[in-house]
């Protein structure tokens, strides 16, 4: 699994990164990126519920 931000979307609020901050860290801006290249497979599941529970619905699965 490979996931990535829509930077247009992105509002920064932080949900995708309290849910997973293995794979989702905050940038000096205040906007979520993506620090790994795959999601290890025992983090898919948090991975799912940040997709959901994004509100700007800005994080895609590639
Ligand atoms: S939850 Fe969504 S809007 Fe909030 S920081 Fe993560 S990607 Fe951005």
């Known amino acids: 699994m490979k996931v ?5 979307r992105c509002r920064g609020f932080g949900v995708c990164v309290s849910l997973c901050p293995e794979v989702f ?3 000096d801006y205040g906007y979520s990126e993506v620090s790994v ?8 599941g948090a991975v799912s519920e940040a997709i959901a529970a994004c509100p700007e619905h800005a994080i ?3």
Do not use: M, W
């Open 4 to 8: 990535s931000i829509d930077t247009d």
């Open 25 to 27: 860290t905050l940038t």
């Open 37 to 44: 290249d795959e999601v290890p497979a025992d983090l898919e």
């Open 60 to 62: 895609e699965t590639l």
